[in-house]
């Protein structure tokens, strides 16, 4: 020891808060304190230890070292929790009392918040100013949360530092980027202002307020020692403040600090090499630069500090072998001397319960960690934690527990905005605000959460009625404002007489089932028009959102008896009812157009965590690497070892740069590396330890972590392959948990129903889909299965293509010559009727209407250069059922228009908005519809025309540029057909395939000649499990037509 100071350590290989509490009780810490069984004795003992996680654990050991004796435990307290009341009533007591609370995070928020969007609304006019440069910045409300967080974070990490806002005043502008220029005028802003906020609300910020309390508790055990022990374990002294507080108890009569795991092996001109002040930022992320800095505060040297345990021989063997390999990169040419003290045997001993577990992906990774960790506690007793920075990871260990049973206790725990009761708010948010997304409404709909007054079940069939009703099918963008009106119109329109065609389920639904639909609706609708009646407000205030969210919330998440514990059960639920009561309760004003609301309420909540519930499985644990230390486990999992988790990759700072922050004596990035390294350092000295990483961190390749691969290459390539080959006995393992009986993928299905029961009519529209997809016709015409509208949504090209086929079937109806001077007019008009009975949403209609008025003037000149061929036209022919030959099997259909010719032959023509089909497609009879409308022209299936020749088969082309053109289907490939060689052919080929298909051994084969390879986005792909017989290499199969 130096002088009255004392300070030890428990090094990385023995168990930190067992150790320290056997040292307290043998009297070895303190001179002349022993635990003697007295049960008053451990009562004057003070413990500081640097989490509540810690402290909770301590005083577990203690129990549990005292065994069933009666005793009154000492006080343990996590650094920074101090009794602000025990201060106020010391002697000189004046700074504790004239100490301001802490300002509240959120109200800290909504004060900043303002501020940051301020500024961003005169950036543009600042850098103008400044760099005679324009530049557009978005001012959203959310962003400014955004920022306002960042903001508040960097004021804490300053005053956690001890360093002085106003020094930014100081730092020389003409060293800093034009960026970094613009934000430091920001800052001073914020600092000439900050201070002034806090005292008209007599606050403090939390960062100072803490280091307040720091140095007064210091000031207080310095002025009055106090009789029983004081002891500070565990910490680093990474905040100043606390270092100065352990310097202070360090020199207490009855005073002692406990570090961990400082280094007492690493060669002296190394450490002082991390020591030196000033050094260069690569030495502070070396795993013991925080500690050299700490004893040099305390006013020790490494000597002075003595080891109060000593770890079995194997595990000081492999703390001594990670010393090395993490020692400073400046004398890593020492290398060869140090690693030659190691022998073989040695480092087969440190290692012989370390494992090196690296998968292939980061399921892999977690399948295989989450084997390690059962496997770790299936002898009684025993207990495993695995210790990782990556959060993704965390989870996927944690659903991979669950198939064994085990529910870990994640200190994590889930990010609140992933809970039921926040998922239902923000749904809520975007169907009040964001009108016209019919998915957000349905998830709204179909929440676990969502009650109405009603019962689940209820609710659950009233929405399957009103999904199918008003959600789906067509196209429109509904408005949880007008559902209820939504779902009349929609009934109307399937109860029409003139709708040819209502839904199939149309008929199943009953009075008594849409009543209850329309009931849901009108509840729905009346719980969310609090939200509602704000939604064009461009200056609305953040609490009375807050308190109309609250009320929108609690009536969707009401229950039939008017209850609202699931609303707010568990703790996720009263987290969500804190966060929303501090939002109401903040004294801060912040106002934003209510649209923006959504997106503040998400910004608002996504930092916010819901800490596991009791009851989980305390044998097995997930934790970061602050909740991991000074744990003992016996079996240690370090996952997500790779760059970016093992260490973090530095975040730069939105407000300061690497220069700004030195200019006033911030520590730079380098340091958290350095606390990381340590955490690293110490879990190495468990027991059991697995080092987990994949290969892959999503689609790339991961780089494993710097200290991992300082680590193998010091050990030897020979004895990192024995860590990997227990490694791939878990990954092995985790592989055979979903290895399942080898079975033959299913074949592609052919189904062979009888023939009494196969289609005897087809419209032409369907023979396509005869011969690439026999099975989509099996299920709609045999089956009678009948797809699901797709989701109701905003009109596409499939719509614009049936409104401009509407536009021209009404001009030819209503305008017979297109050489007469009003022919562009006409078909304007019709244009406009057309456009108004379709109400398309403005903005669609602002893009499709000068679309049409482009190609109209195509159009009509098209029109007119075959006017004088043409001596009637007809749209929308349609023709009558057909007898296709000796098949039995009749074919009707549909033309877009028939232009009659002079000499007594005709044109079929087919609009396209679109490029499919294409004309070879077309010319070749894989999309045979022209050339069988010839051929149904040809027999008189037309009635209104007679039996006629045709003489073209062409498609229209209308292009997006205005252009209109005539494309010939009769020759391709330059090889030139006539129009009734072309249509006999379709016939006969079409012949051909009914009969092959009244055949009764032919089966209707799935996806027999598809349109794109691999695609499967049929109607009826998943119901032919084509993803799993084309997986199989069945996709080759040879099928269809005879």
């Not at 996680?53 to 343990?76: H, K, N, T």
């Not at 072998?321 to 400073?328: G, H, I, S």
């Not at 199939?504 to 008594?512: A, E, I, Q, Y």
């Not at 407000?655 to 911030?666: E, H, Q, V, W």
């Amino acid at each position: 020891m130096s002088g009255s100071r004392r300070v030890f350590s428990i090094p990385p290989g023995a168990p930190f808060l067992p150790t320290l509490a056997e040292a307290l009780l043998s009297g070895r810490l303190v001179p002349g304190f022993r635990f003697d069984g007295d049960p008053l004795a451990l009562a004057d003992a003070t413990i500081y230890v640097p989490t509540r996680r810690a402290a909770r654990a301590l005083r577990g050991v203690f129990v549990d070292r005292l065994g069933g004796r009666s005793a009154i435990l000492p006080v343990v307290r996590p650094l920074g929790e101090f009794d602000e009341d025990e201060a106020a009533f010391e002697a000189d007591a004046s700074a504790a009392i004239d100490l301001a609370p802490p300002i509240a995070a959120i109200e800290r928020l909504l004060l900043l918040a303002p501020l940051v969007r301020a500024w961003k609304r005169r950036l543009p006019a600042h850098v103008a100013a400044l760099f005679d440069e324009e530049i557009v910045v978005p001012a959203s409300a959310a962003d400014a949360i955004w920022l306002a967080r960042d903001l508040a974070r960097l004021m804490d990490e300053i005053e956690t530092e001890g360093t002085d806002w106003t020094r930014l005043a100081d730092l020389v502008t003409g060293n800093l980027a034009g960026w970094w220029q613009v934000t430091l005028d920001f800052l001073s802003i914020v600092t000439e202002n900050w201070p002034l906020l806090l005292e008209e609300r007599n606050r403090s910020n939390p960062a100072a307020h803490r280091n307040a309390l720091i140095r007064l508790e210091a000031a207080r055990l310095k002025r009055n020692p106090p009789i029983g022990p004081v002891i500070a374990a565990g910490s680093t002294g990474s905040i100043p403040a606390t270092a100065e507080l352990l310097a202070v108890i360090a020199g207490l009569p009855s005073g002692a600090v406990v570090l961990p795991g400082l280094d007492l092996m690493l060669d002296e001109p190394s450490f002082q090499a991390i020591a030196v002040p000033g050094a260069r930022p690569a030495l502070l992320g070396h795993p013991q630069y925080g500690l050299a800095k700490l004893i040099g505060k305390i006013g020790v040297l490494r000597g002075d500090v003595e080891e109060i345990a000593f770890a079995e021989r194997s595990l000081a063997l492999r703390a001594a072998l990670v010393v090395e390999a993490l020692r400073p990169a400046e004398t890593t040419e020492l290398w060869v001397e140090t690693r030659a003290r190691f022998t073989a045997g040695d480092i087969t001993e440190a290692f012989a319960d370390v494992t090196l577990l690296e998968a292939a992906g980061e399921r892999d990774e977690a399948v295989a960690i989450a084997v390690a960790l059962k496997r770790a506690v299936e002898q009684p007793g025993q207990r495993a934690a695995l210790v990782t920075g990556d959060r993704a990871l965390a989870r996927r260990v944690s659903v991979e527990l669950l198939r064994f049973g085990v529910v870990a206790d994640d200190s994590g725990g889930t990010p609140l905005i992933n809970t039921p009761a926040a998922g239902l708010l923000r749904l809520a948010l975007q169907a009040a605000f964001r009108p016209g997304d019919p998915v957000a409404l349905l998830s709204l709909l179909k929440h676990p959460l969502l009650g109405l007054g009603l019962e689940r079940t209820s609710v659950r069939h009233a929405v399957e009625i009103v999904e199918l009703v008003a959600l789906r099918g067509g196209t429109g963008r509904p408005d949880v404002a007008s559902l209820p009106e939504l779902f009349d119109a929609r009934l109307l329109e399937f109860d029409d007489r003139g709708n040819r065609r209502p839904p199939f389920w149309r008929s199943r639904l009953s009075v008594r089932r849409i009543e209850e639909a329309r009931d849901l609706l009108i509840r729905l609708t009346a719980a969310l028009a609090p939200l509602v009646a704000y939604r064009d407000e461009e200056n609305a205030d953040l609490a009375t959102l807050v308190r109309a969210s609250v009320v929108a919330l609690e009536g969707l998440g009401r229950s039939a008896g008017g209850s609202l514990s699931e609303l707010y059960a568990d703790d996720a639920g009263e987290k969500l009812a804190e966060l929303l009561r501090g939002l109401v309760a903040a004294s801060a004003s912040f106002s934003f157009a209510a649209h923006e609301w959504p997106d503040v309420m998400e910004a608002l909540i996504a930092p916010e965590t819901v800490k596991p519930a009791q009851g989980t499985d305390r044998n097995i644990a997930i934790w970061g690497a602050l909740e991991a230390r000074l744990q003992n486990v016996d079996t240690l999992v370090i996952g997500g070892l790779n760059e970016g988790v093992w260490p973090r990759k530095p975040e730069s700072d939105r407000f300061m740069s690497r220069l700004m922050k030195t200019g006033i004596d911030l520590e730079p990035p380098e340091r958290r590396v350095g606390l990381a390294a340590h955490d690293f350092q110490m879990a190495m000295g468990a027991k059991q330890v697995v080092l987990a990483r994949s290969a892959r961190s999503g689609d790339a390749p991961a780089v494993p972590s710097r200290w991992l691969q300082r680590l193998l290459t010091f050990i030897g390539k020979d004895h990192a392959a024995v860590l990997r080959r227990r490694g791939d006995e878990f990954l092995s393992w985790a592989r055979a948990l979903d290895a399942g009986e080898r079975r033959d993928f299913a074949p592609r299905p052919q189904p062979k129903p009888p023939l009494d029961v196969r289609p005897r009519h087809f419209s032409v529209t369907e023979i396509e889909t005869l011969r690439r997809d026999p099975y989509a016709i099996y299920a709609r015409r045999i089956l009678r299965l009948m797809p699901l509208d797709p989701v109701i949504r905003d009109p596409g090209a499939a719509e614009r293509g049936t409104l401009f086929h509407a536009i021209l079937h009404l001009f030819s109806r209503t305008v017979a010559d297109p050489l007469v001077p009003e022919a562009l007019d006409g078909l304007i008009a019709a244009g406009r009727a057309c456009f108004a009975e379709a109400a398309l949403p403005p903005d669609v209609e602002a893009v499709w209407w000068p679309r049409f008025e482009k190609l109209a003037a195509g159009i009509i000149e098209w029109e007119r250069g075959r006017a004088f061929a043409v001596t009637m036209r007809h749209a929308e022919e349609h023709a009558e059922k057909t007898g296709v030959g000796q098949s039995g099997v009749t074919l009707s259909g549909y033309a877009d228009r028939v232009d009659l010719l002079a000499g007594g032959m005709a044109d079929i023509l087919d609009y396209k908005t679109g490029s499919s089909p294409s004309k070879a497609q077309a010319h070749t009879l894989l999309s045979p519809q022209l050339a069988l409308e010839g051929a149904l022209l040809r027999r008189g299936a037309f009635k209104g025309l007679g039996a006629r020749e045709p003489s073209q088969l062409a498609f229209i082309r209308l292009k997006p540029n205005g252009e209109v053109f005539e494309e010939s289907i009769l020759e391709y490939n330059r090889q030139p057909r006539t129009a009734t060689d072309l249509a006999e052919e379709a016939w006969a080929r079409l012949e051909k395939l009914l009969i092959h298909y009244a055949n009764p051994s032919t089966g209707y084969l799935s996806r027999a000649l598809p349109f794109r390879e691999g695609e499967t986005d049929g109607d009826y792909d998943h119901l032919a499990r084509v993803l799993e017989w084309s997986a199989g290499g069945d996709a080759d199969d040879e099928g269809g037509e005879a």
